[in-house]
């Protein structure tokens, strides 16, 4: 946490945190509740692999062996590296010598396709579709140059992989036909040919014959098997699912290296095969859920997911810049996240691991060394009380279907009607809410192509239909304890941006908040609420560092400025008085109104605590805390006895409404409504 970062600031957070809420303004906010997640097998009993990949892990002397846990077998670590992260020669090699530092963990690595080559691959088939054109020389130099830049010879397996790939290409051009089956089976190359290259090069970083080789290895040897079907060309869609049986023999195939770490695994993400060996695919982005699938049949120490960023990031760093990471995420929490469309994990991803309560973490192949973010059961107290909001995700591209009948008053049997069409036109719903007329629910278009149309026009013959399309989801993953404060804020922003909420969902997840509105607004809302949520952070650590730097000649700092909407009147005597930096009143006003929104407040002060004996009583001060609760009475003021004990109503009676603490040693002053206090009230 930010507390361990330095001295003053680091005690100034700890104190913030332990009295009673997150930020500066604790008497303003409400005790947390605790978050209470499902209930998890966590096998806390299994040795946990120890390695510089994994800061946090226990010591293995932490840990009580399980009695029934065979001595000799060693625990695996499964490895996952995406597309963005094996993109070229020196990513793969990068990443090829990330697998060989965590030899010690027994890594089983899986590998998607080498940069955009998935997407190379679908515009290939559609170019042999379309235009008979068969060309793969863009997937062809990819791999060619690779393998060339890492200085090794192209295995033969390659070659022969992209002339197969070739051939297939030229019977669909001569068909003039591709069924989704031979779609799946042409994207499949990407990963058959990146697990290839990238065992290829991980044999070149070997020093000595003695050290276990990679081997490259196709899922659907080593069991992993699903239902017929396909996937989506275009989202994490498949309609495909992976067999139960498929744990045992995955097991069975990759448990012997518990024994006997004969080998490093190289195994393609992504691809399966159905029970009559047809290729299958998980869905875009699928390599995560072979990954934790994998992890889950081994009992794996940790699935390590390997991406090109820092780990989960406060919402997606190539929309908001300011995106900062998240250290760490409950399942429950990064489930939520990946559905409601952050591009963290698959959506489907996170279940096996957290059903086997086999840890995961998200990790940086261009940063080794950052620790990324834990993904786990259940956030400890500390934790807790520091999550306000976790991330932000959007989607967009949702349809929104508003249903009305008067049919519904008092009636059974109409919702099991409504979703009956729905089920008849496999649209799976996001989203709903419904009253004693109206059903408004959402669906997700980009994630599956739906016919909207026959759906209105069967729900169309029982109620009247309203279709809203281009809206789109905002979703907040936060505790559901701490809702009220994280609703008010929201609406606060939606308000001030004047952007319409056409939907909410809240308590239906323990950790997540839904806003839908219309897609237009998206990007300055998803600002603006990114904003409001972890620009506090560092507002907060800014305003610490300018408390610490500062030296107040006379102890008794103020200054007033006002909170007038947007508008600060900073106080013109701010600059000449008691060295106070100029930017201070400003940051603590911001910070104040991100913390607070919606306030009435006009005016912030700071002083310093108990500062009146440094006056040897010239000055008058008002050292109100709420939570220690002190207030000058009238004899006081002036007096030089500086800080009393006192009831806060004769601090009302002044018309000045409350007082928080910053950090021990100095108070953040509130006033309220008109009440403008001169700085005369202050000084002497
Ligand atoms: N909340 C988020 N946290 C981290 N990355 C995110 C988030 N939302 C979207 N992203 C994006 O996801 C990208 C990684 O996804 P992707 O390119 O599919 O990775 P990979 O190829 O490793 O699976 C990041 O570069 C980032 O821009
Ligand atoms: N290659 C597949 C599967 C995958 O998981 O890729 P990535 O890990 O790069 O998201 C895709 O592009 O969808």
């Known amino acids: 946490m930010e507390a361990s970062r330095g001295g003053q600031r680091g005690t100034a957070l700890a104190h913030a945190a332990r009295a009673g809420g997150p930020g500066f303004f604790p008497f303003l906010t409400k005790p947390e509740d605790d978050i209470t997640l499902e209930p998890l097998q966590w096998r806390d009993e299994r040795p946990v692999a120890q390695t510089q990949n994994q800061p946090w892990a226990t010591t293995p002397t932490d ?6 846990f065979e001595p000799a077998l060693c625990p695996l670590l499964v490895m996952k590296f995406g597309g963005t992260s094996v993109a070229g020669a020196e990513a793969v ?20 396709a080498m940069g955009k080559t998935t997407n190379a691959l679908l515009r290939a088939a559609n170019a042999a579709l379309e235009s008979s054109n068969v060309d793969i020389s863009e997937i062809r130099k990819t791999h060619e140059d690779a393998l060339e830049q890492l200085g090794v010879q192209m295995p033969s397996s390659v070659s022969d992989l992209l002339a197969e790939l070739e051939k297939l290409l030229n019977g669909i051009a001569l068909l003039k036909e591709i069924s989704t089956q031979t779609r799946d089976r042409i994207v499949s190359f990407g990963e058959r040919l990146s697990v290839r290259a990238f065992a290829a090069a991980y044999n070149r970083l070997r020093e000595s014959p ?32 992976i067999l139960e049986d498929a744990s045992t023999e995955i097991s069975d195939k990759l448990s012997p290296l ?19 060996g047809v290729i299958t695919t998980l869905g875009r982005d699928g390599s995560d859920l072979t990954a934790t699938v994998i992890g889950a049949a081994v009992k794996a120490s940790e699935v390590q997911i390997w991406k090109d960023v820092s780990g989960v990031q406060t919402t997606d760093p190539r929309v908001i810049a300011s995106a900062k990471p998240v250290r760490i995420l409950t399942f429950e929490e990064a489930a939520e996240l990946s559905t409601f469309g952050a591009k963290v994990v698959h ?53 929104m279907i508003v249903i009305k009948s008067s049919r519904m008053l008092g009636q059974h049997g109409f919702l099991a009607h409504v979703f009956s069409v729905f089920n008849k036109f496999a649209a799976s719903v996001d989203v ?34 309203s279709v809203l399309h281009d809206m789109a989801m905002l979703t907040l993953i936060a505790p559901k304890s701490d809702s009220v404060g994280i609703l008010r804020a929201s609406f606060a922003v939606f308000e001030d941006m004047g952007i319409n909420v056409e939907m909410v969902s809240h308590g239906a997840s323990n950790v997540n908040v839904t806003f839908v509105i219309q897609g237009e ?69 911001n910070l104040f109104k991100l913390e607070v929104p919606n306030t009435d407040f006009t005016s912030v002060r700071i002083q310093k605590f108990a500062s009146a004996a440094n006056f040897g009583g010239a000055h008058r001060t008002l050292p109100v805390n709420l939570h220690t609760p002190y207030f000058p009475d009238a004899e006081a003021r002036g007096s030089g006895a500086g800080a009393r004990e006192a009831p806060a109503s004769g601090f009302q009676a002044l018309g000045w409404e409350a007082i928080g603490f910053i950090s021990p040693g100095w108070r953040l002053a509130v006033f309220k409504g008109e009440t403008r206090p001169s700085p005369t009230d202050f000084t002497s």
């Open 432 to 465: 709903i809410a419904t009253s004693e007329v109206t059903i408004s629910l959402t669906l997700d278009e980009g994630y599956k192509q739906v016919d909207i149309h026959s759906i209105e026009r069967e729900l169309g013959k029982v109620a009247k239909v």
């Open 347 to 399: 959506p489907a991803a996170v279940l096996p691991a957290w059903q086997q309560g086999v840890p995961m973490s998200v990790r940086n192949s261009m940063a080794p060394d950052d620790p990324g973010t834990r993904i786990v059961p259940q956030l400890d107290d500390e934790e807790k009380r520091e999550r306000r909001v976790a991330a932000i995700s959007s989607k967009k591209d949702i349809t």
């Open 210 to 241: 003695e050290e276990v080789e990679a081997r490259a290895i196709d899922a659907w040897d080593i069991g992993m098997q699903t239902t017929s079907g396909s996937g989506s060309a275009d989202s994490a869609f498949t309609s495909v699912e």
């Open 93 to 112: 090699r990068r990443c090829a010598s990330i697998v060989r530092k965590a030899q010690s963990d027994r890594p089983i690595v899986v590998v998607s």
């Open 521 to 589: 607004h998206l990007l300055k809302a998803s600002q603006r609420l990114h904003d409001t949520f972890f620009g506090v952070a560092e507002l907060r650590s800014a305003v610490l560092e300018l408390l610490a730097s500062t030296k107040f000649p006379f102890v008794h700092a103020a200054y007033v400025l006002g909170l007038n909407g947007s508008h600060y009147s900073l106080d013109t005597t701010a600059e000449r008085h008691y060295g106070i930096p100029v930017q201070l009143p400003r940051l603590l006003c």
């Open 258 to 276: 518990k024994l006997h770490y004969s080998h490093v695994p190289i195994i393609t993400g992504y691809i399966a095969k159905d029970p009559k």
């Open 63 to 68: 840990i009580t062996p399980d009695a029934s």
